[in-house]
Nanobody, 133 residues
Framework: QLVESGGGSVQAGGSLRLSCRVSLDTYDRAFMAWFRQAPDKEREGVASIGKDGDTAYAESVKGRFTIALDNAKNTLDLQMNSLTPEDTGVYYC?????????????????????????????WGQGTQVTVST
């Protein structure tokens, strides 16, 4: 239901555009995201977007990466610019069906988007991105 494409190898400073074909129910879809996982590291959220357009980015990619959701084409894209070797990893498209709630200090609220791995219940197979010096 989530199929990524666009990965590859690029030199530092270059750009890549990842795309994910989304086949999830639009009505119940809360938010979408891109995650990445480098060798011997935990999977981390890179960028996310909610159904109302709210976005969130990891600090390490702010100003360089842009996430975009095209509901008409059912695609989730990630434009990556000024790539560095630290951006190397397998990139995963992820989706959340149903609302997600975060709690803090005894108060809970529905979140418009998220970079937490455990907030996502649908995952693609991943696409490799390699940035060389």
């Amino acid at each position: 239901q989530l199929v990524e494409s666009g990965g590859g190898s690029v030199q530092a400073g270059g750009s890549l555009r990842l795309s994910c074909r989304v086949s999830l129910d639009t009505y119940d879809r809360a938010f979408m995201a891109w995650f990445r996982q480098a060798p011997d590291k935990e999977r981390e959220g890179v960028a996310s977007i909610g159904k109302d357009g709210d976005t969130a980015y990891a600090e390490s990619v702010k100003g360089r990466f842009t996430i975009a959701l095209d509901n008409a084409k059912n695609t989730l894209d990630l434009q990556m610019n000024s790539l560095t070797p630290e951006d190397t990893g397998v990139y995963y498209c992820a989706g959340r069906l149903g609302k997600a709630t975060h709690c803090s200090g005894g108060k809970c609220s529905t979140v418009p988007t998220s970079l937490r791995v455990d907030d996502y219940n649908y995952w693609g197979q991943g696409t490799q991105v390699t940035v060389s010096t």
